[in-house]
């Protein structure tokens, strides 16, 4: 499964979300959009928005930090 997590560093919810996926022992790749240019605009071509945190989970795009959508996106990578 790959997960990537667009955030920046000063958000609370992408933090709280790298707690969770680090308790549920998900791997994922986590992206800084606020240093880098070209990570920011690929978050904004998948999500149509510059909101973080933006969770790609195998293609499917999640906006926010909601646990319920989380956990059946990663029910149907398993």
Do not use: N
Not at 31 to 59: C, L, N
Request: a negative charge; one cysteine or more.
């Amino acid at each position: 499964m790959d997960i990537k997590v667009y955030m920046t560093p000063t958000c609370t919810w992408c933090q709280k979300l790298k707690e969770w996926l680090k308790k549920k022992k998900v791997s994922f790749q986590e992206i800084d959009t606020f240093e880098y240019d070209k990570e920011r605009e690929e978050m904004i071509e998948k999500s149509g928005q510059m909101a973080v945190p933006v969770i790609d989970i195998d293609g499917q795009i999640i906006v926010g930090f909601f646990e319920e959508k989380l956990e059946k996106a990663l029910a149907k990578g398993k």
